[in-house]
Structure formats: C-alpha cells, structure tokens
Nanobody
C-alpha cells in the first residue's frame, strides 16, 4: 500500500525557517519523481517544488525560488522541503506527492501530474 506522510509543519514567524519531511512507504522512492504542493484557503493548489528521480533535475515555483530547497534521500525513502525566509503568504497546507514520471518534472509540477498524495501538514507564518 502506497503511503506518504508529511511532518514538520507548524507556526513560525516571518523570516523564520521550517523543514518539511515526507516519509514514503509501499514503493521504492528512487523510481519516482516527487513534489511538494500547497493550498491556501480560497486558493488553488500550487506546485511548489518537484525533483526528478533519475537526473536530480528540480523545479521551483517563482514564488519560492532562492528560499526553498527540495531534496530526497532514497535510502531513507524520505523527501524534504527546506523553507527559509518564510513569508505570511507561504501559509498553506503542504502536501507531498509521488509518481512515475510521464513527462518532465516541471510539467509534472505545474500540472500536478501525480497520483499518490499525502494528507498534508499545516504551515502558518505569522507574527
């Protein structure tokens, strides 16, 4: 059974940092592209960052470039999202996702082309 479990969310002040983790089970992570998405109240889901499984190519939304870093540890079957210089507009529920890549990781991220999803973790940036 495929399962993705996010952790690491919480309340942080503007300018602060958080590291989200996504523990994957039920499949071997090194065969899958993975991504982080977020959805704020009243807004559409947004592809934040995604990483390929075979060449390490990454994609970042413009809103998080230079602030967020995605990484993966295939040996631990875990994906990370390091978030720095957090802003109130980063407040959202963050989801991780995984799938065998049918196309480029950028297209997968922009279009949300993933079939396995976690339940999400809340990130709140507020003073």
């Amino acid at each position: 059974q495929v399962q993705l479990v996010e952790s690491g969310g919480g309340l942080v002040q503007p300018g602060g940092s958080l590291r989200l983790s996504c523990a994957v089970s039920g499949f071997t992570l090194d065969s899958y592209a993975v991504g982080w998405f977020r959805q704020a109240p009243g807004k559409e889901r947004e592809g934040v960052s995604c990483i390929s499984n075979y060449d390490g190519h990454t994609y970042y939304a413009d809103s998080v470039k230079e602030r967020f870093t995605i990484s993966r540890d295939n040996a631990k079957n875990t994906v990370y999202l390091e978030m720095n210089s957090l802003k109130p507009e980063d407040t959202a529920v963050y989801y991780c996702a995984a799938d065998s890549p049918p196309t480029t990781v950028q297209t997968m991220c922009v279009m949300g082309l993933f079939t396995s999803w976690g339940q999400g973790t809340q990130v709140t940036v507020s003073s």
